[in-house]
């Protein structure tokens, strides 16, 4: 079972970016993708994004298509996920999972994102 | 507006059974895409609960079972406990990538 650990928690103002960082261990890191999860306050999840870490491959959801990047470091095991021109609707957690047959099975602790002037 | 659809809310008295649906469409779970299911309790991560449409994962109670029917999936508590009280939620996929349901609050009366 992978286990995941987030940066912590950020500030930042409208028009920004933020970078938000996943670390694995106790896993196979590369057999699985690293998919990207938001959560909005009192809102459901939103799926944002996944990597393939062992070829580095990438899939967006159209929503975030151009405005989000996720990499990912095999040498650390870290995948980290870059939001640019952040909004006050970007606030909320941000959470990374380890996908395996489309479901995800390990998550990390989240990191709470606030976008604020 | 999610992809999947759930009820917002559910409620059943200890020992009751519960079911949530999870309405999808012929792009998701029509179109052969799994359903799975999460758990999350205030302030904290999700937690698998149920994959592969009726999989339980080790440490899941056998109370929790699953199926899918055409485009939508249900999730099925036996046996309620006050533990159950959670925000439970579907998750599928279509052609852009994962879609996750609005989640139900339930609620242990």
């Known amino acids: 079972q992978v286990h995941l650990v987030q940066s912590g928690a950020e500030m930042r103002k409208p028009g920004s970016s933020v970078k938000v960082s996943c670390k694995a261990s106790g896993g196979s890191f590369k057999m699985y993708s690293v998919s990207w999860v938001r959560q909005a306050p009192g809102q459901g999840l939103e799926w944002m994004g996944r990597?393939?870490?062992?070829?580095?491959?990438?899939n967006y959801a159209p929503k975030y298509r151009g405005r989000v990047t996720v990499t990912a470091d095999t040498s650390t095991t870290t995948v980290s996920m870059e939001l640019n021109s952040l909004g006050s609707e970007d606030t909320a957690v941000y959470y990374c999972?380890?996908?395996?047959?489309?479901?995800?099975?390990?998550w990390g602790q989240g990191t709470l994102v606030t976008v604020s002037s | 507006q999610s992809v999947l659809t759930q009820p917002p809310s559910v409620s059943g008295a200890p020992g009751q059974r519960v079911t949530i649906s999870c309405t999808g469409s012929s792009s998701n779970i029509g179109a052969g895409y799994d359903a799975h299911w999460y758990q999350q309790f205030p302030g904290s991560a999700p937690r698998l609960i149920m994959f592969?449409?009726?999989s339980r994962p080790s440490g899941v109670p056998d109370r929790f079972s699953g199926s899918k029917s055409a485009t939508s999936a249900s999730l099925a508590i036996t046996g309620l406990q006050p533990e159950d009280e959670a925000d439970y939620y579907c998750?599928?996929?279509?052609?852009?990538?994962?879609?996750f349901g609005g989640g139900t609050k339930l609620t242990v009366l």
């Open positions: 592969g449409n009726g």
């Open positions: 990597i393939m870490p062992m070829v580095g491959s990438t």
């Open positions: 999972a380890t996908g395996y047959k489309g479901f995800f099975h390990s």
């Open positions: 998750q599928s996929y279509d052609m852009s990538g994962a879609v």
